[in-house]
């Protein structure tokens, strides 16, 4: 759902300071992930190891993963970096060094990080990795960004409260690339500053462990002896989520450098969907800024791997209690992943499909690939790769073959519909 507030933002404010292209940077969760993320458009992915990132609970990547990684994404011209960005305790940066050196010699080109030990540890042991600030530093003006690229940073990766009047004021001040999120979950305490996590489960939030106790529901009580409610509905504290496909033109003249997803532990119909979208808004937008429309199917694309209200965050205004989620408002995804193309026969137009989720003939389901290819169809016969034909594909991973409408691609997605 996009709210009334988001529909109603500027969608430019006037002249075009700046044209160069933006980097569009997607979340990698897994190397499966990442090769999705690339295939649908992603210039650059950032991903976790297994050591030093905060995301404790994503399918971290090996070193072995990280090239396997970076040799995928060399083929199609794009980057791997990786997140190096918890506060670290002492005890935390015995092996800092050898484990970035291991990141450059993996072909790893960037590191994003937090903490100025492993800001400086990294500049000293692996002088080929770029270092990018984290947004964990939550810089938020030009002073603080002119600092970093006095030591030596070429990246700053902003806080999600940075407004787009300071972004432009960086840019204009401070010659240095700027990472912005434009896409995902925010956090409701200012981004990273948060405990809850810690008090309620022992997991810390800068050490990658946060459980998202921002979404958990809550009851209030009158005082903490009594056990009458004051409020029968039980309520969150969390925000709505990020949401820029309307603003393509406003960030691009804004001058930032590199469009940021989040979402490393979102699904890869969710990371093959939302870049597709802003692939398309990006290259659109750069191949003729004056005549550049925001399609309404990019929207929606956004809307078929989104299941929360969306906003514009602290972009044009600070979001108010209208941006809050306050009651449970995350519905059922209208789609289901349910099958990834591997093989398609163009002389019988029947695709071979390896499953995800259950599907059945008569469902009705969506093809996607990249630059916006999709189409619709009714699920007809379907047979295991033997030929028996099947009642329903229930079986993960099997392999499955059906006919198409239209032609498609090995890695174009199957969905279902479910709404
Ligand atoms: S619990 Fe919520 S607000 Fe706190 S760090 Fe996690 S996501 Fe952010």
């Given at each position: 759902m996009v709210s009334t507030a988001l529909q109603d933002k500027p969608r430019t404010t006037g002249k075009r300071q700046r044209l160069a292209k933006p980097e569009l940077l997607a979340p990698a969760g897994s190397l499966e992930k990442l090769k999705f993320a690339v295939h649908y458009g992603a210039d650059a992915v950032y991903i976790g190891g297994q050591?030093?990132?905060?995301?404790?609970?994503?399918d971290n990547f090996s070193i072995e993963e990280m090239r396997q990684g970076v040799e995928f994404a060399a083929k199609y011209g794009a980057k791997v970096f990786v997140a190096t960005n918890i506060y670290a305790?002492?005890?935390?940066?015995?092996g800092v060094a050898d484990y970035l050196r291991e990141l450059e010699d993996a072909g790893i080109s960037a590191i994003i990080a937090a903490d100025p030990a492993i800001v400086e540890i990294a500049q000293k042991a692996a002088p080929k990795l770029e270092v990018h600030l984290s947004t964990q530093q939550s810089t938020m003006n030009w002073q603080a960004v002119q600092f970093w690229k006095e030591e030596g940073l070429p990246r700053v990766v902003l806080a999600?409260?940075?407004?787009m009047d300071e972004i432009r004021e960086m840019k204009a001040r401070v010659d240095i690339e700027l990472e912005v999120f434009i896409h995902g979950a925010m956090c409701?305490?200012?981004?990273?500053?948060?405990v809850l996590s810690n008090h309620f489960t022992d997991r810390d939030s800068n050490r990658g462990?946060?459980?998202?106790?921002?979404?958990w529901k809550y009851n209030l009580h009158?005082?903490?002896?009594?056990?009458?409610?004051?409020?029968q509905n039980l309520f969150t504290m969390s925000s709505k989520d990020l949401c820029m496909i309307q603003h393509i033109p406003d960030l691009i003249d804004a001058g930032v450098d590199s469009f940021k997803i989040e979402?490393?532990?979102?699904s890869i119909h969710y990371v093959a969907s939302v870049v597709n979208a802003y692939r398309q808004a990006i290259d659109s937008y750069m191949a003729d800024p004056e005549g550049y429309v925001l399609r309404p199917e990019w929207v929606a694309e956004i809307g078929k791997a989104a299941n929360r209200p969306l906003n514009t965050g602290f972009?044009?205004?600070?979001?108010?209690?209208?941006?809050?989620?306050?009651?449970?408002?995350?519905?059922?995804?209208?789609?289901d992943f349910a099958a990834v193309v591997t093989d398609y026969d163009a002389a019988e137009g029947i695709a071979t499909v390896q499953q995800r989720s259950p599907f059945r003939p008569g469902m009705e389901v969506e093809f996607i690939g990249p630059d916006g290819r999709q189409f619709a169809q009714q699920v007809g016969e379907i047979t295991d790769e033997d030929g028996n034909a099947l009642?329903?594909?229930?079986?993960?991973l099997q392999k499955i073959r059906l006919k198409t409408a239209q032609p498609v691609m090995p890695l174009d997605l199957m969905r279902k519909r479910l709404q």
């Open positions: 050591k030093y990132g905060l995301r404790s609970n994503a305790h002492q005890e935390d940066l015995a999600r409260e940075a407004t409701s305490s200012v981004s990273g500053r948060c462990g946060c459980c998202q106790s921002c979404r009158a005082d903490e002896t009594s056990i009458a409610e004051v409020d979402g490393r532990m979102k972009f044009y205004s600070v979001p108010g209690a209208e941006e809050h989620i306050y009651e449970a408002e995350e519905k059922p995804a209208p789609y009642s329903v594909a229930r079986h993960p």
